[in-house]
């Protein structure tokens, strides 16, 4: 009986625990936004284009990504799959990673690249040593 009880009051303790932990923070949205521990990159120069026909894709990520063609576009509101790489077709990026990101213009994180520190956006990546859809990975770097 003394085992059955601290059991059901280790399986409460855990219940409790769980439920007691933070939301998640928030990540990549449409119209350009960026939450904290993320570097988020845009398909559109100026984080998307909201010209007369208007495009919202982004991506966020936590963590290095050695191939961004294995990664699809996010579109719109509803954050849905567009299936478009994002692999050679990133025009802007922000950073709120909380660290260094390093957009590299080849897989596997060789080539051309691009530091961003943690708070700074690039609004078009055409004037960046890894050039306007040009990465092809990117690389996390907390020190």
């Given at each position: 009986?003394?085992?059955?009880?601290?059991?059901a009051g280790?399986?409460?303790?855990?219940?409790?625990?769980?439920?007691?932990?933070?939301?998640?923070?928030?990540?990549?949205?449409?119209?350009?936004?960026?939450?904290?521990?993320?570097?988020?990159?845009?398909?559109?120069?100026?984080?998307?284009?909201?010209?007369?026909?208007?495009?919202?894709?982004?991506?966020?990520?936590?963590a290095d990504?050695?191939?961004?063609?294995?990664?699809?576009?996010?579109?719109?509101?509803?954050?849905?799959?567009?299936?478009?790489?994002?692999?050679?077709?990133?025009?802007?990026?922000?950073?709120?990673?909380?660290?260094?990101?390093?957009?590299?213009?080849?897989?596997?994180?060789?080539?051309?690249?691009?530091?961003?520190?943690?708070?700074?956006?690039?609004p078009f990546?055409?004037?960046?040593?890894?050039?306007?859809?040009?990465?092809?990975?990117?690389?996390?770097?907390?020190?």
């Amino acid at each position: 009986m003394g085992t059955i009880t601290r059991v059901a009051g280790a399986l409460a303790a855990a219940t409790t625990f769980t439920l007691a932990l933070p939301a998640a923070s928030a990540l990549a949205g449409p119209d350009g936004g960026c939450g904290k521990g993320v570097v988020c990159l845009y398909a559109y120069y100026g984080y998307n284009y909201d010209g007369a026909y208007p495009r919202d894709l982004w991506r966020d990520f936590a963590a290095d990504e050695p191939y961004l063609g294995d990664d699809l576009w996010s579109e719109g509101r509803k954050g849905l799959e567009s299936g478009r790489r994002v692999d050679d077709d990133s025009s802007s990026v922000k950073n709120h990673a909380g660290c260094d990101v390093v957009l590299w213009q080849n897989p596997f994180y060789t080539g051309a690249h691009s530091t961003f520190a943690d708070g700074r956006a690039d609004p078009f990546l055409g004037g960046s040593e890894v050039g306007n859809n040009t990465a092809s990975s990117l690389s996390i770097w907390c020190v």
